[in-house]
């Protein structure tokens, strides 16, 4: 069982950055491929980057090259670090653990997110 808590969300203007954190719980984190989501207003949750317990990572299309995902296993931190914001990436973003594709098993309860001028 793991659970897991975010926080680092806000207000950013178009073009800032923002990092958010996940922290969790559980012995087995540092196996589990770890991820997040996002879900915007009017919209179905979306998958946005994930990291294996060896560090690779997959990034959706739309933030690649502008968000950058890592964690500490030692501190069982998952980070989500969002350069060059645009509007569109306004939503709440989830913490997911265990991800498989475009689903988990683990989700936190979402921090929100907003770009805007």
């Known amino acids: 069982q793991v659970q897991l808590v975010e926080s680092g969300g806000g207000t950013v203007q178009p073009g800032g950055s923002l990092r958010v954190s996940c922290a969790a719980s559980g012995r087995d984190f540092k196996w589990y491929t770890m991820g997040w989501f996002r879900q915007a207003p009017g919209k179905e949750r979306e998958f946005v980057a994930s990291i294996t317990w060896s560090g690779g990572t997959t990034y959706a299309d739309p933030v690649k090259g502008r968000f950058t995902i890592s964690r500490d296993n030692a501190k069982n931190m998952v980070y989500l670090q969002m350069n060059s914001l645009k509007p569109e990436d306004t939503a709440v973003y989830y913490c997911?653990?265990?991800?498989?594709?475009?689903?988990?098993?683990?989700w936190g309860q979402g921090t929100q997110v907003t770009v805007s001028s």
């Open positions: 997911a653990g265990r991800v498989v594709a475009t689903t988990a098993d683990y």
